[in-house]
Each structure stands twice: as structure tokens, then as C-alpha cells.
């Protein structure tokens, strides 16, 4: 496959499955845009290893993607269509392999059921799974100052919580219980509570405290767009406020995330895209 199929392939991936990061991507200069798309399908392929019904074996099929990784950065890819894309993009960007390692430990933790225990747990989980992307996408943005990856890592942390909270019902269905065991003691809510259609006073108390606590971590990261690139900082911009926005929508449920999937609508995105170009 040429480099010119293989991103396309990957703007195809990230075009229909990356709901709310593609639309962030189109305040991008193209080849910055072709290579967020090819981070993209490289975590999207990550994600459904570890999600898909279809994969009979996934720790095997994990296995075989990180030793695909490791042969592609080596320039020995396989055969499949987002290696060439995704390796020039690593290449071209100065991306540290390292991150990519990472994306892959944080989804083979979701293998299997868990109850995190501590926020510390949980910050652990965020990192891997969501802040390794931030450190990843900042150096396709551009940056000089340090300080960035700290804020991007603290960036990702924010929108992890936030999907974690509109995710709960769904995760918790596959045994998989996100929101720290100490703060369930804490507001004394049950582990099975999380897999019903009822919000109870305590869970709904329970998710506005973890909300908040996305929110610091949304401030905190603030200082962020301002540190990238200036030709990036609307892209960022917009990013973020979508996943914020999203944070808000589920509290203007009144945390009713048990019902259905709170979702930011295309027209509300296409607004917070163009308010960011402006």
C-alpha cells in the first residue's frame, strides 16, 4: 500500500468512528490533520482488540498488535493499511515510541473485569488510556515549552473522567467499574447500582462529585492551548470544548446516564468549531 492509500485509509477511520475528535482535526493544516487521523486508527485498532466480540482471543491479539508496533517502528511493517501512514507520522512529528507502548498496556488492562480501588488507581488508568494520547497529539500541534506535556497529561485525565461518567452504566455491564471503591463507600453506593436504570439520590451525588472533579482537571490543563503552536491553538480549543461540553450536557441531566449515552450534538460541535476558528 502507498503512503497516499494508507492515509486515506485512515482518514476513513477517523472520519466515521472519532466522534468528537474528528471534527477538531479540520482546523488543521492537512499533512497535521493526516497525521492526527493516523494516531487515531492506530488507537481505534488498540480499542477494538480490547472491546470486540468478534476477537476470540484478545490478550493473543494484543500480543500480535504490539509486536506488530514493534516491527513497524523498526521499518519492518505488516502488511495492514495504517503502518505506513501512522510510522511517517512518528517520523515526521518526533513522537516517542514510548507513548504508543503505553496506549497499548492501558487497553490490555481493560481485559479483563476490575473494580478500581483508590483515585490514585485511576489516575494510573487515565494516563494510559487518554493521557498518552494528549502527550502524543501535543507533538503533532507543536510545542517548546515543558511545561505542555504536564498540562497535556492533566488534559487527558479531564476527558477520560468525562467519558468514564458517560460510559458508567455500559462499563459497568462488562464488570468493569471505573469510579474509585472509595468514593462508592464514600457516598454508599453499590458496585450493582451502577448496572441499573435507577439514579438514586446517592449515585447522582456520587457522579456530580467525580464531574467536579473532571472539572479541576479541565482548569488546570487550561494554560494548555496557549503553550502549542499558535496555527494549532484552534484545533485544541475546539477539542477541548467538546469534550467539556460534553461534561456539561451530562450534568444538565442531572447525571442520567443510566438511561442512554449523553451525547454533544453535530450542530453543537459544528458551533463550538466555529466559534474556535474564529
Known amino acids: ?46 480499542d477494538d482488540l480490547s472491546d470486540s466480540d468478534d ?11 504490539q509486536k506488530d508496533l514493534n516491527a513497524a517502528l523498526s521499518g519492518n511493517p505488516s502488511d495492514h493499511p495504517l503502518w505506513p501512514a501512522f510510522t511517517d507520522s512518528v517520523q515526521r512529528y518526533g513522537i516517542p515510541h514510548q507513548y504508543f507502548h503505553d496506549m497499548i498496556r492501558g487497553v490490555s488492562s481493560d481485559l479483563e473485569p476490575r473494580q478500581v480501588q483508590t483515585f490514585q488507581e485511576l489516575y494510573d488508568y487515565c494516563y494510559h488510556v487518554a493521557s ?3 502527550l502524543t497529539i501535543i507533538h503533532i500541534f507543536g510545542f517548546e515549552n515543558p511545561e505542555a506535556l504536564r498540562l497535556a497529561e492533566r488534559c487527558g485525565v479531564a476527558f ?8 458508567v452504566r ?43 472533579r473532571a472539572r479541576a482537571y479541565y482548569r488546570e490543563a487550561q494554560p494548555l492551548t496557549d503553550l502549542v ?19 456539561e ?3 444538565d441531566s442531572g447525571y442520567e446516564v443510566l438511561r442512554g449515552r449523553v451525547r454533544v450534538p453535530a450542530w453543537e460541535k459544528l458551533w463550538i468549531l466555529a466559534r474556535c476558528a474564529i
Open 1 to 46: 500500500m502507498t503512503l497516499d492509500e494508507s492515509y486515506a485509509y485512515c482518514e476513513r477511520v477517523a472520519r466515521t468512528q472519532a466522534k468528537n475528535f474528528y471534527y477538531s482535526f479540520l482546523l488543521l493544516s492537512r499533512a497535521q490533520r493526516q497525521a492526527m487521523c493516523a494516531i487515531y486508527a492506530f488507537m481505534r485498532y488498540c
Open 170 to 212: 455500559e462499563d459497568a455491564e462488562h464488570g468493569r467499574v471505573y469510579l474509585p471503591a472509595e468514593d462508592l463507600e464514600r457516598f454508599g453506593v453499590k458496585p450493582e447500582h451502577l448496572a441499573g436504570s435507577a439514579l438514586s439520590p446517592a449515585l447522582r451525588s456520587l457522579l456530580a462529585f467525580e464531574a467536579d
Open 55 to 65: 476477537v476470540a482471543d484478545r490478550p493473543a491479539a494484543i500480543a500480535g498488535w
Open 132 to 134: 498518552v494520547v494528549g
Open 229 to 247: 503552536d499558535r496555527r494549532s491553538r484552534a484545533s485544541l480549543k475546539a477539542l477541548i470544548g467538546i469534550y467539556a461540553r460534553l461534561l
Open 160 to 167: 477520560q473522567l468525562t467519558n468514564i461518567l458517560r460510559d
Open 249 to 251: 450536557r451530562i450534568s
